[in-house]
């Protein structure tokens, strides 16, 4: 089994920054792309980053320019941080991996219990 707790989140005023941190833990034998997704209040969960074991990234044009994710393969940890942040950032992040535990035959898509970002304007 593979377990990923979120931390970082908080409250944060307009043009402030924040850094979210996702470990992964458990039986893990490889962690192939991780990412950052959020979903804020009557709206659908979007992706916000996505970064590969190479350290290749993407973004959603929302955020492109003012965020960085990136990850720390030994700690089996991924970063998201988020600069000049705005209202409308606000929402609950979710990381997600996709990982192959110890002894599995398949990979699997593992998700994150969340973490409250509020930016207030």
């Known amino acids: 089994q593979v377990n990923l707790v979120e931390s970082g989140g908080g409250l944060v005023q307009s043009g402030g920054s924040l850094r979210l941190s996702c470990a992964a833990s458990?039986?893990?034998?490889?962690?192939?792309?991780m990412a950052w997704y959020r979903q804020a209040p009557g709206k659908e969960r979007e992706l916000v980053a996505t970064?590969?074991?190479?350290?290749?990234?993407k973004y959603a044009d929302s955020v492109k320019g003012r965020s960085t994710i990136s990850r720390d393969n030994a700690k089996n940890t991924v970063y998201l941080r988020m600069d000049s942040l705005k209202p409308e950032d606000t929402a609950v992040y979710y990381c997600?991996?996709?990982?192959?535990?110890?002894?599995?035959?398949?990979?699997?898509?593992?998700w994150g219990q969340g973490t409250q970002v509020t930016v207030s304007s």
């Open positions: 458990g039986s893990i034998a490889f962690i192939n792309a």
């Open positions: 970064i590969t074991p190479g350290g290749s990234a």
């Open positions: 997600n991996a996709a990982a192959m535990p110890r002894g599995a035959t398949r990979w699997g898509d593992y």
